[in-house]
């Protein structure tokens, strides 16, 4: 049996190739019975669009690629469901590949994307290489999600307030009474952010001298040693610790309890991201929600106004952050 066509389903509904087409994409300007009629159509048939017929009427794929730097990161997957759901609702289907497996290969991050001739591209997270972003988004429009480097011109910016949330952080801690505060850190602008914020917050309050910074790769296994070092200290380890994520936050959280600390009395633990992880009730981490299915929601709205406006400035956005107060911080036993 042939497949059916768009002419079956304008015969079986009653209407014109043109409406049908109209139904297809989408448009509002189908009244609600007609539309019923071709969608039926089109279930009853089995008809289904003949996608790269329709790409090369239109010289658009209706697909835009997303690069995601970090698999492992759970904070990403809301941002992903924010753009998914937006870029759906106009349409467009996300491409999504992994940058990291992209640089093991040799190959440059954006190319499979430029090889499938995308709509447009969104970049997830940090990429070691922002300026290789300047010849993809002289081909097509392109938006970073989640990430504060330098970015070419006519490439907008959609993140969260990262100096914003890590100040919330740093001051529910010290409102709690703790003085030693420590900080794990980060890479990349968005580490750099929350740090520079963190220690910028415990000088203005004067706690400069009582504030610790250690560097760690943003795994649970990093924030497990970096937690280990940190408690080595005897008498004058912090006695609260802000992690620059969720996932070393709960490598910390790990050590301190391999080492004997009970939380949040003898120690208090505070993540960033709010992740599902963090709200696993065995854990229950206090942390910072960056606002990530409206940072992703926002990345694709910059993408569909790039798509009407290409040329114009690129700009950045910031999703205000929101302090959650879990189960993992409370007032120091001692300070």
Partial sequence: MRAPTIRDVAERAGVSKSLVSLVLRGSEQVRPEKREAVLRAVRELGYRPNTAARSLSERRTRTV?????????????????????????????????????????????????????????????TL????????????????VAGAREAVPPRVDVVAGDDERGARLVTEHLIGLG??????????????????????????????????????????EEGGYRTMVRLLGHGPDRPTAVFAVNDIAGVGALSAAEELGLAVPRDLSVVGYDNTSISRLRHLW?????????????????CLLDRFDHPEAPGRVHLAAPALEIRGTTGPPLTD
């Fill in 65 to 125: 690629g997303v690069l995601l730097n970090d698999l492992r990161n759970p904070w990403f997957v809301e941002l992903l469901d924010g753009l998914n759901s937006l870029l759906h609702d106009n349409g467009l289907r996300m491409l999504l590949a992994d940058a990291r497996l992209n640089r093991r290969t040799g190959q440059a991050p954006a190319d499979l994307f430029l090889d499938l001739s995308v709509d447009g591209l969104v970049v997830v997270g």
């Fill in 128 to 143: 070691p290489d922002p300026a290789a972003l300047e010849a993809v988004a002289a081909r097509m429009p392109v938006v």
């Fill in 178 to 219: 703790h003085r030693r505060i420590a900080h794990i850190v980060g890479y990349g602008a968005v580490g750099e952010l929350r740090r520079r914020s963190f220690e910028e917050t415990m000088r203005a309050h004067g706690l400069a001298g009582h504030a610790r910074v250690e560097a760690s790769d943003m795994t």
């Fill in 285 to 301: 981490l206090t942390t910072v929600d960056g606002g990530g299915h409206d940072v992703g929601r926002r990345a694709a709205r």
